[in-house]
């Protein structure tokens, strides 16, 4: 299967970016106060589908690299905050009492997906930090 790994890694990087950027959208949809836009079957369905799409294509590549390649331990920073980071997303779609807690988890949320993109990056569990703390 290594052979398909520039094609596997490409659909794992496009679904990457789907799926921020359809968070940022439904997250700026409820902060303008149009939740019932942000929650319509189709963008959730969406959401649904690109996702699926990242986890089984992260999966496949995690199956074909060698294991070394995540002996640092930027794998597991990223796979915690990826947990920190969807738990953030509830709360800023539709868990959050209120609209100033939305607000805060959703730029938290994008904080967080930033930073994970960084790990990615980098291989490293510092991600852009690396270059200060490193």
Not at 52 to 81: D, E, N, R, Y
């Given at each position: 299967?290594?052979?398909?790994?520039?094609?596997?890694?490409?659909?794992?990087?496009?679904?990457?970016?789907?799926?921020?950027?359809?968070?940022?959208?439904?997250?700026?949809?409820?902060?303008?106060?149009?939740?019932?836009?942000?929650?319509?079957?189709?963008?959730?369905?969406?959401?649904?589908?690109?996702?699926?799409?990242?986890?089984?294509?992260?999966?496949?590549?995690?199956?074909?690299?060698?294991?070394?390649?995540?002996?640092?331990?930027?794998?597991?920073?990223?796979?915690?905050?990826?947990?920190?980071?969807?738990?953030?997303?509830?709360?800023?779609?539709?868990?959050?009492?209120?609209?100033?807690v939305r607000a805060v988890c959703y730029m938290l949320a994008v904080l967080v997906f930033a930073f994970m993109i960084t790990i990615a990056r980098?291989?490293?569990?510092?991600?852009?930090?690396?270059?200060?703390?490193?």
């Amino acid at each position: 299967m290594f052979e398909f790994y520039a094609q596997i890694k490409w659909v794992h990087v496009a679904a990457v970016i789907s799926s921020g950027g359809l968070f940022a959208l439904r997250g700026l949809l409820v902060l303008a106060g149009q939740s019932r836009w942000a929650m319509t079957p189709l963008l959730r369905y969406l959401s649904y589908t690109v996702d699926t799409v990242l986890l089984t294509a992260a999966l496949m590549l995690l199956t074909i690299l060698p294991s070394a390649m995540f002996s640092s331990g930027w794998l597991h920073v990223k796979v915690a905050l990826l947990v920190v980071y969807v738990v953030l997303g509830t709360f800023a779609l539709k868990r959050g009492r209120t609209a100033g807690v939305r607000a805060v988890c959703y730029m938290l949320a994008v904080l967080v997906f930033a930073f994970m993109i960084t790990i990615a990056r980098s291989h490293h569990p510092y991600g852009f930090a690396l270059r200060w703390l490193g």
